[in-house]
């Protein structure tokens, strides 16, 4: 019973962190401040569903598949975000050079 | 439980319409790659809520193609994108 | 274009005489190698029965996937040989999920006051961890701490882009790369080389 009320809790405070990473994305005002949102937000949000949903889980090897998928998704999120932002940067270059 | 998760599921679906929207209407073509790296990791979220609501073990292993597609996908954009600008 | 392509080349004759910190790294000898592939093998197999359920049939596949993707191990350059420290490491996660949580409230926080609070900006910073793995761990720590995001790497120097440019990023950055060179048991140079 603590265990699920935990994992609510866990899991309400990620699908936060989510909402608060799309509000970043609607309000901030550029391409830049905008990965800022996603990449920190939605990556906090997805950790704590991860850990939520955990303490659910029916069996150590379930565990172990999530935290490998959050896994996968945190290694590559930041690298996503920097080659993003080296991309717009690339393309802020080529534009003040026409 | 269940209504909980559904109520989850429903929140993190709102989120990536909401950003999807905005991305859409943005000014630069870079903007959508934003949505490659929003639907990454919401994706996955939802997936993984997903399959605990449904007691599905195999949607975990959709999460996981998912995790793993997004960011192969996303370097290949920046890489393909990269190219036409040389 | 060109001068980006040289200074990447550049940056591959490691350990540069402009790197501040030197790595403890021995040469690769056949032994070396051996224990990495078995260590690379365990790992996988390991990775590979989590996937399948722990079934055995599934090995049919597994076995000869794993030992191919192991053996990429003795196919292109070797890596330089990182030590971890395992006190560095604790540490270094530790710390590591306390500013990513931070980073993700100053953000939420950001985004949802009404006035909006952002002084956005790029900031240069130059570092002088060595390339490959701690180069590439900083630059991923740095997206993920408060209010910075690394945005792009021009030879030693890390353009970062700041939610508030007013932020002092000297004191932060130069405080996660103690970190990370710590964490890979780097020893600073001594004062006459540098």
């Not at chain 1, 935990?6 to 990965?35: K, N």
């Not at chain 1, 569903?49 to 945190?74: C, D, H, P, Q, T």
Request: hydrophobic fraction near 55%.
């Amino acid at each position: 019973m603590i265990l699920d009320l935990l994992a609510a809790i866990l899991i309400a405070s990620g699908a936060f962190f989510f909402v608060a990473g799309t509000v970043g994305l609607l309000r901030f005002p550029d391409l830049y401040c905008r990965l800022h949102a996603l990449t920190k937000a939605d990556g906090l949000g997805l950790a704590l569903i991860a850990m939520g949903l955990s303490l659910l889980a029916g069996s150590a090897a379930e565990i172990l598949r999530i935290i490998l998928i959050w896994f996968f998704v945190a290694l590559a999120s930041a690298t996503c975000s920097h080659l993003i932002a080296a991309h717009a940067r690339r393309v802020d270059r080529e534009r003040t050079d026409d | 439980m269940t209504i909980f998760l559904g109520v989850i599921i429903f929140i993190l679906l709102a989120s990536i319409l909401a950003g999807l929207a905005r991305v859409l209407r943005a000014h630069r073509p870079e903007d959508r790659m934003l949505a490659a790296q929003l639907f990454g990791t919401a994706s996955v979220a939802i997936l993984l809520v997903l399959s605990r609501m449904m007691d599905m073990r195999a949607l975990l292993d959709v999460a996981m193609v998912f995790a793993l597609l997004a960011a192969i996908t996303l370097a290949a954009y920046v890489v393909l994108a990269g190219r036409r600008l040389l | 274009m060109k001068t980006r392509s040289e200074t990447a080349r550049d940056t591959h004759a490691y350990p540069g005489p402009s790197t501040g910190l030197v790595v403890q790294s021995r040469k690769i000898s056949r032994a070396e190698l051996a224990r990495r592939f078995l260590l690379r093998l365990v790992v996988l197999a390991f990775f590979w029965t989590l996937l399948t359920d722990f079934r055995s049939d599934a090995l049919v596949f597994g076995l000869p996937a794993v030992l191919a993707a192991a053996a990429l191990v003795f196919l292109g350059p070797a890596a330089p040989n990182w030590q971890l420290s395992l006190r560095g490491a604790v540490a270094f996660v530790l710390w590591f999920a306390v500013q990513s949580v931070r980073g993700a409230i100053d953000v939420a926080r950001r985004a949802f006051t009404p006035s909006l609070p952002l002084h956005p900006g790029f900031r240069t910073y130059r570092t002088s961890l060595p390339e490959g793995a701690p180069r590439i761990l900083f630059l991923n720590t740095i997206t993920l701490l408060p209010g910075t995001l690394s945005a792009e790497v021009m030879g030693e120097d890390i353009i970062v882009h700041m939610l508030d440019i007013r932020a002092d990023l000297e004191a932060d950055l130069h405080d996660l790369e103690r970190r990370v060179a710590t964490l890979f048991a780097l020893t600073p140079e001594t004062k006459a080389q540098s």
